[in-house]
């Protein structure tokens, strides 16, 4: 059983959880499950809200997936190369299909907090990344896969659920913006602003797998709405909505 099961299985896709998001885990039967700290290459993290586990489960008609449940940052102190350790591990376990989840702030005035986004394109601010050193000058113009994102707002309109689609900014945090930081995201054309997702999302296009992203808004950025910002806040939104990314999921995966 675990990671031995895994790799036996090679499961082809999986889905790395954001924060808040471990309740994804309960719309799939458990098969067998691993603590990161006994994969090699796999770290472990360190942010309330992260466990690190990676679950092996079955979808809709018996699928495979291999959920991680738990990420790193770059602003624990990692480079963008150390984040992204967890994609490499999963294409060494065979996984050629990502989902990438977070939680992010909402930029865009036409969306909702609460409402799931369709990560359409990203822009990376955090001034690393995890190709650094490595091999060099990858093409990232379809980062997502416009046909896998297509499937998703399928499913997401025969759920009656109001898919939003836009661009993910990621900053480096561990503070959250300022109210100008938030203005100027906004004038460079984002709709959501997170502090993970682009170093994976990156290393995995670096390795071929196909890539989605789906952030849950989980809270007005800076200045946009009338309370502080808190990641306990955070994780409790992100929890309560992950039932329906958790539906959408199993649907498309
Ligand atoms: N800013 C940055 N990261 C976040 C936010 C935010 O408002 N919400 C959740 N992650």
Redesign the pocket.
């Given at each position: 059983m675990s990671l031995a099961h895994i790799q036996e299985v090679r499961p082809d896709t999986a889905v790395i959880l954001?924060?808040g998001l471990g309740g994804v885990l309960d719309a799939f039967e458990a098969e067998t499950q691993v603590s990161y700290a006994a994969v090699p290459g796999m770290s472990t993290a360190t942010v309330p809200g992260h466990t690190g586990r990676l679950v092996l489960a079955r979808g809709e008609a018996g699928r495979r997936v291999l959920l991680a449940q738990g990420r790193r940052h770059c602003y624990e102190g990692l480079s963008a190369f150390g984040v992204a350790a967890s994609v490499r591990v999963l294409h060494e376990l065979g996984v050629r299909r990502i989902v990438l989840t977070?939680?992010?702030?909402?930029l865009n005035p036409g969306f909702a907090v609460g409402d799931l986004m369709l990560i359409g394109d990203h822009l990376n601010l955090l001034g690393d990344s995890p190709l650094r050193g490595g091999p060099h000058f990858h093409d990232m113009s379809e980062v997502y896969d416009a046909g896998w994102r297509q499937a998703f707002q399928a499913a997401a309109e025969s759920q009656g659920l109001n898919l939003r689609e836009g661009v993910y900014a990621a900053?480096l945090?561990p503070q959250?913006?300022t109210p100008a930081e938030?203005r100027m995201l906004r004038v460079l054309g984002a709709d959501?602003?997170?502090?993970?997702t682009v170093p994976e999302a990156i290393q995995a296009r670096a390795l071929g797998m196909r890539v989605a992203g789906l952030s849950m808004?989980?809270?007005?950025?800076?200045g946009l709405g009338s309370s502080e910002?808190h990641?306990d806040e955070?994780v409790s939104v992100?929890g309560a909505a992950s039932g329906r990314l958790a539906l959408l999921l199993r649907a498309v995966l």
């Open positions: 954001g924060s977070n939680a992010a702030g909402c900053v945090g959250y913006e938030v959501a602003v997170g502090m993970s808004l989980t809270n007005w950025a800076a910002l990641h955070v992100g």
